[in-house]
Every structure is written in C-alpha cells, then in structure tokens.
C-alpha cells in the first residue's frame, strides 16, 4: 500500500500557473508508474497526466500542451507544472500509482488530494 501527500493548489487567475507536488511512501517509488488525476464538483474523477517507470509520458488531450509531469525517484516525488489554466481546470488533484499503464488504471487507495480553483 503506498500512500501520497499532495500538495502546491491554490486560487489563481485564468491564464495563471500551478505547480502540483505528491510525494509517495515506499521504498520501492522508482518501480511505480505515477498519475494524477482530478475530479471536479458533480464529476467522476478522471485522468489528467501519468509517467512511467522510465519516464514516458501521457497526456488527457484537454491537458496537452499545458501541464507537464514529472518524476524524481531520489525524492519519491511526481510533479504537475500547470500553465495557462482555465476555469474548466477547476477540480481536486489527486496523485496516485498507476496499476496498469496501458488504461492507466489507478490503484484503490487515495489521498487528500489538492483543491485547485481557476477564477477571476
């Protein structure tokens, strides 16, 4: 069971920047793919980014261009560099493994996650 602490929302202006921080705790970080994902008020949660063990990444196609994800296995941490949002962005963070890369399934477990609110 691997549990994360997210961290970095806030309130910002449209067309503002965000940086998501989640750090995990296991030994064993390096040999999990990570993802974020986000559930907005009323929404079923959905993917938002996940990078692999080796670093590949993927993108939900609203986020493409935008956010960036990251990973740095020395400080069990997985990043999300949020430019250029928009009220839509607007929603709970979430970091989690991922279980299968291929759907990337996340696992069962979840943390507190990070509220992000994009408003004028």
């Known amino acids: 069971q691997v549990h994360v602490v997210e961290s970095g929302g806030g309130l910002v202006q449209p067309g503002g920047s965000l940086r998501l921080s989640c750090v995990a705790s296991?030994?064993?970080?390096?040999?999990?793919?990570m993802g974020w994902y986000r559930q907005a008020p009323g929404k079923q949660r959905e993917l938002v980014a996940g990078?692999?063990?080796?670093?590949?990444?993927k993108y939900a196609n609203f986020v493409k261009g935008r956010f960036t994800i990251s990973r740095d296995n020395a400080k069990n941490t997985v990043s999300l560099q949020m430019n250029s949002l928009r009220p839509e962005d607007t929603a709970v963070y979430y970091c989690?493994?991922?279980?299968?890369?291929?759907?990337?399934?996340?696992?069962?477990?979840w943390g507190q996650g990070t509220q992000v609110t994009v408003s004028s």
């Open positions: 989690n493994v991922v279980l299968d890369w291929g759907i990337l399934k996340p696992g069962d477990d």
């Open positions: 296991t030994s064993i970080f390096s040999g999990y793919a």
């Open positions: 990078i692999s063990t080796g670093g590949r990444t």
